[in-house]
């Protein structure tokens, strides 16, 4: 067992972290059929995301995010710009820890993934509701300080998402 690994978190309990980020969104949900028959450019909407991860066991997490769109959803399509709103998305989930690395006595990187589940109101306010899978690598630095940098995709949006942003442990 690392000296990292020893020195998880949870033997100091801090069994939480609070984290601001940003994500790029690469989303095509209501625009699907369209992009489908025309050549379309999807164009990222930047988001800012506040994310907060509860840690009941040491390889076991509930992430619980919300994100925020600070700009519309773009298209291009034969060179013509489309927009629509955005719709904010919040969601919670499980993640895992697939593995950790040991940097020094006092950093590590670690590996979490799993699966999760986002509510979000569409352009009609309907709900919806969509499954995602999500990945992210954290680097951890002292007792507290996290960076981490990451990747989602929504299956039921059809919508690519990278994330990333710093954070600290309590």
């Known amino acids: ?4 690994s020893i020195r998880d978190s949870l033997f100091k309990n801090q069994h939480f972290e609070l984290s601001f980020g940003q994500s790029l969104l690469f989303i095509s949900n209501s625009k699907q059929i369209d992009l489908r028959t025309q050549e ?3 164009v990222p909407t ?4 506040f994310f907060a991860e509860l840690r009941p066991y040491k390889t076991m997490r ?12 773009q298209f291009v399509i034969d060179g013509k710009t489309v927009s629509e709103r955005a719709a904010p998305t919040i969601g919670t989930g499980l993640t895992f820890k697939i593995f950790e690395l040991k940097i020094d006595s006092t950093s590590k990187i670690e590996f979490e993934a799993g ?16 499954p995602i899978i999500a990945g992210r690598f954290r680097i951890m630095r002292g ?3 996290v960076m981490y940098a990451g990747i989602s995709y929504s299956l039921g949006i059809n919508a690519l998402g990278l994330l990333y942003g710093t954070g600290t442990i309590f």
């Open 1 to 4: 067992m690392s000296h990292a």
């Open 40 to 42: 379309a450019l999807v």
């Open 46 to 49: 930047n988001a800012i995301l």
């Open 62 to 73: 509930i992430p619980v995010f919300f994100n925020l769109a600070t700009e519309t959803k």
């Open 115 to 130: 699966p999760l589940t986002s509510v979000l109101f569409n352009k009609n306010n309907n709900l919806r509701i969509a």
């Open 143 to 145: 007792s507290n300080f």
